[in-house]
C-alpha cells in the first residue's frame, strides 16, 4: 500500500508563492475580491504564511530584520480531526491516505473548517467566479471517486473544499500506465506545488518505499511536523532551516 | 349509544384561566400577530436573499466559521430547558409550586425548539442537502449526536406537552360553547375522546412520572451533546470537559429566567393575578439564586483554570475574552448575567415581579451573549494560526434581520397558542380529582373499585 507524503524543506523555500499560486490554476480554485479577501474569504488551498518559529522571537528592524515562512498545504493527517466530524462523509480518507472532499455530498455546515488546527478546509461563501478570460482557461481536469465532483471541478456555492494533494493527476498517471501495460511508479505521480517549486523545497512520494528521496528526507533530523503534540500526525513534514 | 358522561375537575380558578380563550379574535390580536408577522416576513426575505446569494452575505468568514446563527442554535436550545427542567425535574422532586407554571413554561420549551432546529438550518450553506444527514449520517460526528438528541428531544416535548393539554383540550370541548365551529371541532378532534374517569386521570398521572424520569435524562444529553459539537474539537478553550455542564447550567438558568418573563407577560395580558400569584416567582427567585452562584462558581472554575495553566494558544482566547476584542461584551456579559441579577434577587426581588422580571431578561441578554462569547474567541484565534491569521468578526444586518425573525416567530407561536388554549394547567391545579355526582352511582362505584384496588394492592 502507497502512503503519500510531501516534505518541505524550510531551508530551501524562498517563500516566492509559488506553490500557492500552481494551485490555484491546478485546481481552479475561486478568485475573490479584495474587499473580500479583507473579510478573510480569499481561498488558498496552500498559503504561505509569516511564522515566528517562536512567539516571543524578535523579528528586528530592517535591514536587520529575519523572517521565516511556512508554506501550508493540507495536513492529510492519518487520524483527522476533519473527517470524523463530518456527519455525512463528504470527507474522507482513501486507502492511500489522502484526505479527500466530495462537493456533491457536502452540506456546508462547516463543521470540518472548525475542527481543522491547520485551518486548510476553505468554504465556498459564494458562487465561485472567475473574469472570462480566466473563465476560458480553468482545468478541465476529472476525479473519479465517491461523488462526480471532487479534485479540481468547479465547486458550487455552500460547499467545503481543500488542497487534495493533486489527486486528479494520480489518477491520471495511473491510467496512463495501465494504457501502457505496465507498472505504476510512484516517481509519475507529482502534485503541481511539488513541480513548480522554484527553489525545489518540496519533495512528494511514498513513505512506504524507504528509497524514495521524501521518505529518507523524513528521516533527517531537522525534520518536524505542525502541531505535533495534538494527535492529528500530519502527513506533511517540514525541515527546520538550519 | 348512550351519551357518556364526562367529567372534569373542580378549580377555583377556572373562570379566570378560560376567559383569555373566550373572547373572539380581536383588533389588537391581530395588531400583535400582524405585528410579529412583519418582522418575520423580514427575516424571511433577508434568508432568501441569502439562499440566492451564499452564506457571503452574512459576516462570517475565515477562521470564524460559526456566528450568530450557532450562537441563536445553541441559545434557543437553552431557553428550551425551561419547560423540561419545571415540569419534568421539579415534579420528580415534588415540587407543588410548579403545578401552575408547568405549561407556561413547556411551551416555552416547545416553541423555542424549532427556531433552535431552524437555526442550524439557516447557518447551513447547502441546506437544499439536509436529507444527507439521513442518507450518509455517520454517528462519528457530534453534529449527527446533535440531530439525533435535538430531534427526540422536540418529539418527546410534543408529546408530553399533549399529554398534559389533553384533559384540559377536552374541558374546552364542554365549556367553551360560544367559540366558532371550527374552534370547536379542533377541541373536539384533538381532545381524543378524554372522558376524565380516575382510571384516565390515574394513567395520565403514570405515564407522565414515567416520561418525567425519561425527558429529565433527555435535557441534561440534550444541552451537553449541544456544548459538545464545540467540545470534541481540538480548537483552544472549547476542548474542555468542562463546557458540557456549563452549557447545561447555563441552558437552565435563562430557561428559568425566561419563564419569570413570560409568567409577568401572561398575568399582566390575561389578568391572571390570583392563578399566578407572587408567591410563584419568590419561588423563582429561589432557583434563580442558586444558578446565578452556580454560574458563577463555572466561570471561576474555567477561567482560573486556564490563566493558572498559561497555554499559550489558550491564554489567546484567555486575553480575547478578558481585554481583547470581546472584552466589551465579556464584561457587560458578568454584569448582565451575574452582577446586577444576584443583587436584584437579594436586595429587590422578593414579592416583586418587576424587578425580578428585569433581573431575568438582563439574564436572558447576558446569556445570548455568553453563548457570543463561548463561541466566537476561539475561531479568532484558532490553533495554529493564532498568531498567522488573527480573525475577527463583525454579523450583518441578514444575521440580525434572521435573528429578529425567529424570536419574532416564537412570540407569535406563544401568543397564537395562549389564545386558543388555558395557558394554566387547569385539571393539574385542581383542587381534586375525584369525581362528585357526574358519574351514575353504579359506573362510579366501578371505577372507584378499580382505583382503589390498584392503589391498595
Wanted: contains cysteine; hydrophobic residues 45%.
Amino acid at each position: 500500500m502507497t502512503n503519500w507524503s510531501m516534505v518541505v524543506d524550510l531551508d530551501k523555500c524562498v517563500a516566492c508563492q509559488g506553490c500557492s499560486i500552481a494551485c490555484r490554476f491546478e485546481n481552479n480554485t475561486p478568485v475573490v475580491s479584495p474587499e473580500e479577501a479583507a473579510l478573510g474569504r480569499s481561498i488558498l488551498w496552500n498559503d504561505v504564511l509569516p511564522m515566528p518559529i517562536n512567539p516571543t522571537e524578535d523579528i528586528g528592524e530592517y535591514p536587520h530584520s529575519r523572517r521565516r515562512y511556512l508554506t501550508r498545504p493540507c495536513m492529510h493527517c492519518e487520524n483527522p480531526p476533519c473527517v470524523k466530524v463530518c456527519p455525512v462523509q463528504a470527507t474522507y480518507r482513501d486507502e492511500e491516505g489522502i484526505v479527500r472532499q466530495n462537493y456533491d455530498r457536502c452540506i456546508g455546515c462547516r463543521f470540518c473548517t472548525v475542527a481543522c488546527p491547520y485551518g486548510v478546509r476553505y468554504f465556498n461563501w459564494e458562487t465561485p467566479s472567475w473574469s472570462p478570460e480566466m473563465a476560458r482557461h480553468l482545468s478541465p481536469e476529472r476525479v473519479v471517486g465517491q461523488g462526480s465532483l471532487e479534485g479540481p471541478a468547479v465547486r458550487p456555492k455552500g460547499v467545503v473544499e481543500k488542497c487534495t494533494f493533486c489527486i486528479h493527476r494520480l489518477q491520471k498517471a495511473r491510467a496512463r500506465a495501465e494504457s501502457e501495460e505496465r507498472e505504476f511508479r510512484a516517481e509519475e505521480y507529482t502534485p503541481a506545488c511539488v513541480q513548480t517549486c522554484t527553489a525545489k523545497a518540496r519533495f512528494f512520494g511514498d513513505m512506504d518505499d524507504v528509497t524514495a528521496t521524501a521518505s529518507i528526507l523524513a528521516s533527517s533530523p531537522r525534520a518536524f511536523r505542525v502541531l505535533e503534540d495534538v494527535g492529528t500526525h500530519p502527513k506533511v513534514i517540514y525541515l527546520q532551516e538550519g | 349509544m348512550r351519551q357518556a358522561q364526562v367529567y372534569h375537575p373542580d378549580n377555583q380558578y377556572e373562570e379566570a384561566i378560560l376567559d383569555p380563550i373566550k373572547p373572539p379574535i380581536n383588533a389588537r390580536d391581530l395588531l400583535l400577530w400582524g405585528g410579529l408577522l412583519v418582522v418575520m416576513g423580514i427575516g424571511v426575505a433577508a434568508y432568501v436573499r441569502q439562499f440566492i446569494l451564499g452564506l457571503g452575505v452574512t459576516g462570517m468568514n475565515r477562521p470564524v466559521y460559526w456566528g450568530v446563527y450557532i450562537t441563536n442554535f445553541v441559545f434557543f436550545i437553552g431557553l428550551a430547558h425551561s419547560g423540561t427542567f419545571i415540569s419534568a425535574i421539579l415534579r420528580l422532586s415534588g415540587a407543588e409550586f410548579r403545578k401552575p407554571l408547568a405549561r407556561a413554561a413547556e411551551a416555552l420549551t416547545l416553541f423555542s425548539l424549532p427556531f433552535g432546529v431552524a437555526s442550524i438550518m439557516i447557518d447551513m450553506g447547502r441546506p437544499d442537502r439536509v436529507m444527507n444527514v439521513i442518507l450518509y449520517g455517520r454517528f462519528e460526528s457530534p453534529l449527527l449526536w446533535d440531530f439525533t438528541a435535538v430531534s427526540l428531544y422536540l418529539f418527546s416535548s410534543v408529546v408530553f406537552f399533549y399529554l398534559s393539554l389533553l384533559p384540559d383540550i377536552a374541558l374546552c370541548r364542554d365549556r367553551l360553547e360560544d367559540v366558532p365551529s371550527w374552534q370547536r371541532s379542533m377541541y373536539r378532534i384533538l381532545a381524543l375522546g378524554w372522558k376524565g374517569h380516575p382510571e384516565q386521570f390515574h394513567r395520565l398521572e403514570r405515564v407522565m412520572d414515567g416520561m418525567a424520569i425519561f425527558m429529565t435524562m433527555l435535557v441534561v444529553t440534550v444541552h451537553t451533546v449541544v456544548s459538545w459539537v464545540f467540545g470534541m474539537t481540538i480548537q483552544p478553550v472549547w476542548h474542555s470537559a468542562l463546557i458540557g455542564p456549563f452549557f447545561l447550567l447555563g441552558a437552565i438558568f435563562s430557561g428559568t429566567a425566561a419563564v419569570v418573563i413570560v409568567l409577568a407577560i401572561l398575568r399582566k395580558a390575561y389578568h391572571l393575578e390570583d392563578v399566578l400569584p407572587v408567591g410563584l416567582f419568590n419561588s423563582l427567585r429561589k432557583l434563580l439564586i442558586v444558578f446565578s452562584l452556580g454560574w458563577l462558581y463555572m466561570m471561576i472554575a474555567e477561567h482560573l483554570t486556564l490563566y493558572y495553566g498559561n497555554i499559550p494558544e489558550e491564554m489567546e482566547v484567555f486575553w480575547q475574552r478578558f481585554t481583547g476584542d470581546f472584552s466589551i461584551m465579556f464584561w457587560v456579559m458578568t454584569f448582565a448575567v451575574f452582577v446586577v441579577p444576584i443583587l436584584i434577587f437579594i436586595f429587590r426581588g422578593k414579592n416583586s415581579i418587576a424587578w425580578m422580571v428585569t433581573a431575568s431578561v438582563l439574564i436572558n441578554i447576558g446569556m445570548w451573549l455568553e453563548r457570543y462569547v463561548v463561541i466566537i474567541p476561539t475561531e479568532t484565534r484558532p490553533r495554529l494560526l493564532y498568531e498567522l491569521v488573527q480573525g475577527s468578526y463583525t454579523p450583518t444586518w441578514t444575521e440580525w434581520a434572521i435573528t429578529a425573525s425567529l424570536f419574532a416567530g416564537m412570540f407569535l407561536l406563544y401568543s397564537i397558542f395562549t389564545r386558543f388554549f388555558p395557558v394554566v394547567p387547569l385539571w393539574e391545579t385542581a383542587e381534586t380529582l375525584e369525581p362528585e355526582t357526574a358519574f351514575p352511582e353504579k359506573r362510579q362505584r366501578g371505577f372507584r373499585g378499580a382505583r382503589r384496588r390498584r392503589l391498595g394492592g
